[in-house]
């Protein structure tokens, strides 16, 4: 079975403030598949990042940065200088083997001006 | 290139009734998924199809239904709807080959309520 925690239900941050969302995971397959959603109050699941099992470097993209790490079964989202447009429910998923997505519960994020 | 549709985009139903929410996904990709959305329970899993065939299922009441076409348009259908089936449905399309997990794109999902 898989699992993925997003221990943090809901997070307000000030504008410029940077601001990190936590995401736990489990599988035991080794190869898997982890992923990043924005979902704006329109609906509509975006699609930010997607990370393999093998491949651990972090990354950036703009004001968003993603940190893997394996040894914590961790896949944490930062958004530096967030921005009011930034206010969204994030979810964390997680797809290993021959199983379908697995969402964590979503944090909201919510940026004030 | 247009994205996945998903109609209707706002139903409402009486209980007992039943309802076929259709999702065409991105020219090319001949995976679909469906997730049921609720506060209480979150993105939940109700099935995938590729090709036509369902190839996995969530755990879901067998009121719950989903077909394929050749043209990769899917269908789900709820029979006798209760007021719990009252949710955000959401469709994702993907190229998926099997054992893999390409991006998957969502549709802006049906809201369905049951009164």
């Known amino acids: 079975a898989q699992k993925v925690t997003q221990a943090q239900t809901e997070i307000s941050v000030v504008e410029k403030e940077d601001v990190t969302l936590d995401c736990v995971y489990e599988?035991?397959?080794?190869?898997?598949?982890l992923f990043w959603y924005k979902q704006p109050p329109s609906g509509e699941l975006v699609f930010l990042i997607r990370?393999?099992?093998?491949?651990?470097q972090n990354e950036i993209s703009g004001r968003y940065s993603w940190n893997f790490q394996k040894s914590t079964s961790s896949f944490n989202f930062t958004i530096t200088a967030s921005q009011v447009v930034d206010s969204a429910v994030y979810f964390c998923?997680?797809?290993?083997?021959?199983?379908?997505?697995?969402f964590g519960k979503g944090t909201m994020l919510l940026v004030s001006p | 290139k247009a994205g996945v549709t998903q109609t209707p985009r706002y139903l409402i139903k009486t209980r007992g009734q039943q309802v076929t929410l259709s999702c065409s996904p991105i020219?090319?990709?001949?995976?679909v998924s469906w997730y049921q959305q609720t506060p209480g329970q979150g993105l939940q899993f109700l099935f995938e199809y590729f090709s036509e065939t369902q190839r996995n299922k969530g755990n879901f009441p067998g009121r719950f239904s989903g077909r394929q076409f050749s043209n990769s348009r899917s269908e789900m259908n709820v029979s006798t709807l209760e007021l719990g089936d009252s949710a955000l449905y959401l469709c994702?399309?993907?190229?998926?080959?099997?054992?893999?997990?390409?991006?998957?794109?969502f549709g802006s999902g049906t809201r369905l309520t049951v009164v």
């Open positions: 599988t035991r397959d080794t190869t898997y598949y």
């Open positions: 998923a997680l797809r290993s083997g021959y199983s379908t997505l697995t």
């Open positions: 994702a399309s993907s190229l998926a080959v099997i054992g893999t997990a390409v991006g998957y794109t």
């Open positions: 020219s090319g990709h001949r995976s």
């Open positions: 990370r393999n099992s093998f491949d651990e």
